[in-house]
């Protein structure tokens, strides 16, 4: 259970829902749900309808009872490299599902949530796959899970084979490939994607690139870098060199993230030791920034 408090701001009364609605954000569906929680709306300690009136600086109160589906395991860790009321966010280990599955019922970010927070439910905001490192948010109630999105902004390292130079943006429609449930491929029915990328160093053999994304489309860095001819090291589903490397090269390292108080906080994720090994020596995560 979780308690969210919401000051009126507005200049003249007006109806709780259209308050909570236009000024708070929370959604029609929160609000019926709502109304069979026990003193699920609240103001001064009174229970309060959507169609009472609300007045400038009356408080309201908001509370969130949460159904945990996920079984937590405790034995597994992800760090939790920042926290407030409204996210998580993880810095999530290559080999790790975000969501449990048919096949990962109790090896996922989910079961380290549901250990570490056992009364919310788990919602992550953004998806990596389950070889990508680095941070993962995961929001702590309902309405967190409907503003995060637009609130955070994310960079990832990831290391292409050959050498690129400078900055580049590739914008190609990815889609499912044809007779396969897993791999992706850029098509011109596909869904927009506009991924940007920064040159930041080179090895013998590789570019370390930090990119953002415009879209979010599935397996969208991996597929665009193999498009250009620069396929991700270890990404042998599309056609990386996998010598140096086990799993595609890829680490979200930054995340910035701007609170509902409109502080934006800066939140890194040190390298995994699979990419320090093929980073040049003097690399850090303060070159992304």
């Known amino acids: 259970m979780q308690d969210l408090y919401f000051t009126c701001g507005r ?4 109806k709780a829902e259209t308050f909570l609605r236009q000024d708070c954000g929370v959604s029609h569906r929160t609000l019926a749900s709502l109304k069979h929680v026990p003193d699920g709306i609240t103001r001064d ?3 309060l309808r959507t169609v009472d009136t609300v007045y400038p600086g009356d408080i309201v109160r908001l509370r969130i009872v949460d159904a945990p589906a996920i079984a937590p395991n405790p034995a597994l860790h992800a760090e939790a490299v920042f926290e407030d009321d409204d996210v998580v966010l993880f810095n ?3 080999a790790m599902p975000v969501h449990p599955s048919f096949r990962h019922r109790d090896d996922t970010l989910g079961n380290v949530f549901a250990a ?15 070889n990508t ?5 995961v929001a702590k109630h309902p309405l967190a899970a409907m503003h995060l999105p637009g609130q955070l902004e994310k960079t990832y390292i990831a290391i292409a084979g050959g050498h690129l130079h400078g900055r580049g943006v590739i914008e190609a429609p990815i889609g499912r490939r044809d007779g396969s449930v897993i791999e992706h491929c850029v098509r011109p029915d596909g869904k927009r994607a506009v991924t940007h990328y920064r040159v930041l160093a080179q090895t013998a053999d590789a570019s370390v690139l930090a990119v953002t994304l415009e879209t979010g489309r599935t397996h969208q860095i991996r597929v665009h870098m193999a ?7 270890g990404d042998t589903l599309y ?5 140096a490397i086990e799993r595609h090269a890829l680490h979200c390292a930054l995340m910035r993230y701007t609170d509902a108080a409109g502080t934006v906080h800066r939140v890194t994720a040190p390298f995994p030791a699979d990419l320090c090994q093929i980073l040049p020596l003097d690399f850090s995560v303060e070159d992304v920034l």
């Open 239 to 243: 056609g990386g060199d996998a010598s």
């Open 116 to 130: 570490g927070w056992p009364t919310l439910t788990f919602r992550p905001v953004h998806r990596l796959d389950r």
């Open 227 to 233: 498009y250009i001819g620069h396929p991700l090291l």
């Open 11 to 14: 200049p003249a009364p007006c």
């Open 133 to 137: 490192s680095g941070l993962t948010a």
């Open 92 to 94: 999530k280990p290559a």
């Open 45 to 47: 300690g009174v229970l």
